[in-house]
Nanobody, 126 residues
Framework: QVQLVESGGGLVQPGGSLRLSCVAS????????MAWFRQAPGKERDLVAA????????YYGDSVKGRFTISRDNAKKAVYLQMNSLKPEDTALYYC???????????????????WGQGTQVTVSS
């Protein structure tokens, strides 16, 4: 089993920044995909960003390109999401997700990820 614990959410004003962290414990796999998804009330869970832990290749949802950056630290079994220029529409519960193995497309398909964290709330409001 893999456990994922997110942190770093909170309340921020529009235009501000936040950095989310996700640390994995338990049985982990060196070469896998880790991702951040978000879900607002009444909406589907959408991909924010994903990273292949082996190569470091990244993939972003269209709405966050140029504003958010995903990174990973394999030694710490951690993945981070730096969020800049935050907008009210970024308000959501943010989830960390991990696959068991690596894949090269379909990053937005929630079925590809076997493990999920409990989520951390991000609220962007003045």
């Amino acid at each position: 089993q893999v456990q994922l614990v997110e942190s770093g959410g909170g309340l921020v004003q529009p235009g501000g920044s936040l950095r989310l962290s996700c640390v994995a414990s338990g049985r982990t796999f060196a070469n896998r995909v880790m991702a951040w998804f978000r879900q607002a009330p009444g909406k589907e869970r959408d991909l924010v960003a994903a990273v292949r832990t082996g190569s470091g290749n990244t993939y972003y949802g269209d709405s966050v390109k140029g504003r958010f950056t995903i990174s990973r630290d394999n030694a710490k079994k951690a993945v981070y999401l730096q969020m800049n220029s935050l907008k009210p529409e970024d308000t959501a519960l943010y989830y960390c997700a991990s696959s068991v193995g690596v894949f090269y497309d379909g990053y937005s398909d929630v079925r590809r990820y076997e493990y999920w964290g409990q989520g951390t709330q991000v609220t962007v409001s003045s």
